[in-house]
């Protein structure tokens, strides 16, 4: 069954870097387009960035600058590279590939 393993969240001061890396099973990891997601606390799920079986990239315009998606395909993993964070970027990123989620992992940022 298809499968998406998130991992790389903590804690960190505004201004520091976390690299999110999400391990992906059971489909053909390197045909699709994988996603990052986030959900701060009472409110809804937004999208973060894309990139597509081609390595294009797209991004919100909230990250823009700041944070980089890329992937591994010998490895079946996708990566968000996260770089000058700000407390509204605290929230559960989640992984989206070939229809299904991951359980999320929880990014902090706060002094």
């Known amino acids: 069954q298809v499968q998406l393993v998130e991992s790389g969240g903590g804690l960190v001061q505004p201004g520091g870097s976390l690299n999110l890396s999400c391990a992906a099973s059971?489909?053909?990891?390197?045909?699709?387009?994988m996603m990052w997601y986030r959900q701060a606390p009472g409110k809804q799920r937004e999208w973060v960035a894309a990139i597509t079986r081609r390595d294009v990239t797209n991004y919100a315009d909230s990250v823009k600058g700041r944070f980089t998606i890329s992937r591994d395909n010998a490895k079946n993993t996708v990566f968000l590279q996260m770089n000058s964070l700000e407390p509204e970027d605290t929230a559960v990123y989640l992984c989206y590939g070939y229809y299904n989620w991951g359980q999320g992992t929880q990014v902090t940022v706060s002094s």
């Open positions: 059971g489909f053909s990891f390197s045909l699709y387009t």
